[in-house]
């Protein structure tokens, strides 16, 4: 286990810096295939009432985030490392966890990544998701093709942002209506709120941005104003991102189009852009899908792993040969499933969204009770206050949403 780390002043440069890649890290981790096809799957069922289901979703994500990202600061560590210093054993649980719902999370990528192939040239879906695995295990041993993919993502995540509020506007969704149930629901649907949590900041996803600071060695109670703006900033992001992708598949719904959730080819993101955009806005969301879809497999895989450390070290080839297989395992399970790639997509968030309350209980425990793990620093009790609510939430919505959860598989 390793010690406690001194506090770190960070330098204006190196914070900035810092605090940018774990929001890019934490934005582009959620917004992946299964954000996008569990916003439009949802949307279609609920329509203007899944608005509401949204905001309790950025509520709950904000909590987690800030508490996951300034505890983690405060202490030093991973948070498997926090968990066993915490409560003896709790980091073991919390990696098997979390490398499990990785898995879930990266069988459901490569399910998206076949979509996206789906989309852009009309290629099987099963063949799509095998093709891409391998073309994700060639990108991750190769430093190089790495770093171009991450430079074409910016711009792919750029021409995401600038088509979604395209489609938002063209498909003249009912505004005022989406307003009205954001806070006045006709229907309170815990599956949906479970699996969009789940899907944003579930699994590792809560884990990445956290652990990208310590990275980049921005820990102690010095930084702890800019990593709540950091953590803020990027809860924002997936916010604002999360509502107007509601917004453009309400207007296509709202207008009478039926999207299919259930087929072997069901992609109803893809569908509503097409229904929008027609024959070229399929086209080109399918290509922004795949890129999604590509590095979201890389990403859990890789950070997925990196939880394994606790149970025994391991050196970069180890590490790297893990990942690998990792991706391998991922690929043959989605390969020996009939369940429809979307709905395993939606699968994915809601899983990770049932074993979030277990880490996040982990987290409030050493906020209240192990202050000698924050260095003395007694941790905030408004803050604390919160994450016990949203502790209680997530634990009552996961009990009353697991079973409609688990009927995605036989989708």
Not at 20 to 48: E, N, V
Request: glycine residues 12%; charged residues 10%; hydrophobic residues 55%.
């Amino acid at each position: 286990m390793s010690e406690l780390s001194p506090p770190v002043t960070a330098s204006g440069a190196t914070l900035r810096g810092g605090l940018i890649a774990a929001i890019f890290l934490m934005a582009t981790s959620a917004i992946g295939p299964g954000f996008i096809t569990q916003t439009a799957t949802f949307t279609a069922r609920l329509g203007s009432a899944f608005a509401f289901a949204i905001l309790a979703s950025i509520l709950i994500d904000f909590v987690v985030q800030m508490n996951v990202w300034r505890i983690t600061a405060l202490t030093g560590r991973r948070a498997s490392e926090t968990a066993n210093a915490a409560i003896p054993g709790a980091g073991y649980l919390l990696s098997v966890l979390v490398i499990f719902g990785g898995l879930v999370f990266n069988v459901g990528n490569i399910a998206g990544s076949g979509l996206g192939l789906n989309a852009m040239i009309g290629l099987d879906p099963k063949i799509g998701g095998a093709l891409s695995a391998l073309l994700a295990i060639g990108i991750f041993l190769s430093h190089r093709a790495g770093l171009l993919l991450d430079r074409i993502i910016v711009v792919l995540g750029i021409l995401m942002i600038a088509m979604t509020v395209f489609v938002a506007i063209v498909s003249n969704p009912p505004v005022g209506e989406a307003l009205r149930q954001t806070v006045l629901p006709s229907t309170v649907d815990f599956a949906a709120i479970t699996t969009i949590v789940g899907g944003t900041v579930g699994g590792y996803i809560t884990y990445a941005g956290a652990h990208r600071l310590l990275d980049k060695g921005l820990t102690g109670a010095a930084n702890l104003p800019a990593i709540t703006r950091g953590a803020l900033s990027g809860i924002a992001v997936t916010g604002v991102m999360r509502f107007v992708l509601f917004l453009a598949i309400l207007g296509v719904t709202a207008s009478g189009v039926t999207l299919d959730l259930a087929s072997q080819t069901a992609n109803p993101a893809a569908q509503a852009f097409q229904a929008a955009a027609g024959q070229w806005g399929l086209r080109v969301f399918g290509i922004i899908f795949w890129a999604a879809a590509i590095t979201s497999v890389i990403g859990a895989a890789y950070t997925s792993v990196s939880f394994m450390t606790v149970f025994r070290p391991m050196d970069d080839r180890a590490r790297n040969v893990a990942t690998v297989i990792f991706i391998a395992v991922s690929l043959a399970i989605y390969l020996a499933l009939g369940t429809a790639p979307a709905a395993l997509l939606v699968f994915a968030g809601g899983f990770n969204g049932l074993i979030l309350p277990i880490g996040l209980t982990i987290f409030t425990w050493i906020g209240f009770a192990r202050s000698d793990l924050m260095g003395g620093y007694r941790y905030s009790r408004p803050l604390l206050a919160l994450s016990v609510i949203v502790c209680a939430l997530t634990w009552y919505m996961g009990l009353k949403s697991v079973s409609t959860i688990f009927a995605f598989l036989s989708a």
